[in-house]
């Protein structure tokens, strides 16, 4: 009866799989566009002017008021924001006074293609349509003011927007290069773990040479991955890279971590472990935000997005390829603490599954 019950389970699970990848997948990704009014985005606002009113009136962004430029800033390095919006002293007089000075008004956009290249390409382009419209109001409203007389003939620029990108990005292939890296990883690891399952099975006299033969052996053919994917990328990618031995070293431990909770739901639950580790799977393409902003998804991905190891893999990688390593050590303690965690499980598979069967043989 318990092996018609796992039997039925596991063939419902595979039916639903297509299922459950398009639902995950497509539901963390629908619609970002429509959620932009979620994006952090700091304004600077020493002096109130009209151009900042309008902006914090538009919703196109949830802005956070900031007094302190420096500040501003920082949180965006620190991933806290997208973007620091800021404004040129005088605003307001420029505007009043522009027919005589011809002076154009500055809006001043910090982004960080780095920290997300989706959120960069569109604020930047929500801000230049902004900017289009702000001019087209302001220059009616001089132009009606004026009643048609001495108009200058830049009145239809009287704003314009100044973009300074704090961490460039190459091309789109760079922006996704720590999510595919990552992604390429876990499923390397999921086949050789298979390949290592399928033809080293035997029962070991003690966990040293149990964990040697299943963790060890697909530890090292793993790292050897790892110096392939460098490899590659030197000779036919091309993704710039800071330095090659952080990268090299960053990406020996997503293979660690990967590995050991691979091996260690697999050994763990036997039959049914590679159920999980495919569902792992899903989740992880589905909510470990390679592409859109988190903060774009329902609350559901974000609490995945919290507990899946390839969210702090991407982090890492994007700041060691696109943001001079700031802040990596931060998603360097994650995981380590994934990866103990599936050393807790390969010890706990081996004391209930292998110790006690080769006892009582």
């Not at 389970?9 to 039916?15: E, K, Q």
């Not at 399952?197 to 033969?213: A, D, G, H």
Request: some cysteine; hydrophobic content about 45%; proline content about 4%.
């Amino acid at each position: 009866m318990k092996k018609k019950f796992i039997l039925g389970f596991v063939l419902l699970f595979l039916a639903s799989i297509p299922m459950l990848y398009s639902t995950l997948f497509l539901g963390a990704s629908m619609n970002p566009y429509e959620n932009l009014n979620k994006l952090p985005v700091a304004i600077v606002n020493n002096r109130e002017n009209v151009i900042a009113k309008g902006l914090t009136e538009s919703n196109l962004f949830d802005f956070k008021e900031e007094k302190d430029i420096n500040l501003a800033n920082k949180e965006l390095e620190d991933g806290k924001v997208f973007a620091v919006i800021s404004f040129d002293e005088d605003v307001q007089e420029n505007i009043i006074h522009f027919p005589k000075t011809k002076k154009e008004v500055s809006i001043n956009l910090t982004i960080s293609e780095g920290l997300n290249y989706f959120s960069s390409k569109v604020i930047t382009s929500t801000m230049n349509k902004f900017v289009e419209k702000t001019n087209a109001k302001l220059s009616n409203t001089l132009i009606t003011k004026m009643k048609g007389t001495n108009i200058p003939d830049n009145v239809g620029s009287i704003v314009k927007l100044n973009t300074r990108n704090i961490h460039p990005v190459k091309n789109n292939g760079e922006a996704m290069a720590p999510y595919l890296f990552s992604l390429t990883l876990f499923v390397g690891g999921i086949f050789v773990n298979q390949f290592v399952m399928r033809n080293l099975k035997r029962r070991e006299k003690s966990f040293v040479s149990y964990w040697t033969r299943q963790f060890f052996i697909p530890l090292c053919i793993g790292v050897f991955q790892v110096i392939l994917l460098i490899i590659g990328n030197q000779l036919f990618i091309h993704i710039p890279i800071n330095s090659n031995y952080q990268l090299f070293a960053f990406l020996c431990l997503t293979c660690v971590t990967f590995s050991s909770i691979i091996v260690g739901f697999n050994k763990l639950i036997p039959g049914i472990g590679s159920l999980v580790v495919l569902l792992l799977t899903m989740l992880q393409t589905s909510s470990a935000a390679g592409v859109y902003p988190i903060i774009l998804t329902d609350n559901i991905f974000k609490v995945i997005n919290a507990c899946i190891p390839m969210t702090y893999s991407i982090k890492g990688l994007k700041s060691i390829i696109s943001l001079n390593s700031f802040g990596l050590i931060d998603h360097v303690y994650p995981l380590i603490a994934f990866f103990v965690f599936g050393q807790i499980l390969i010890l706990v598979a081996y004391f209930i599954h292998d110790r006690n069967k080769l006892n009582n043989f």
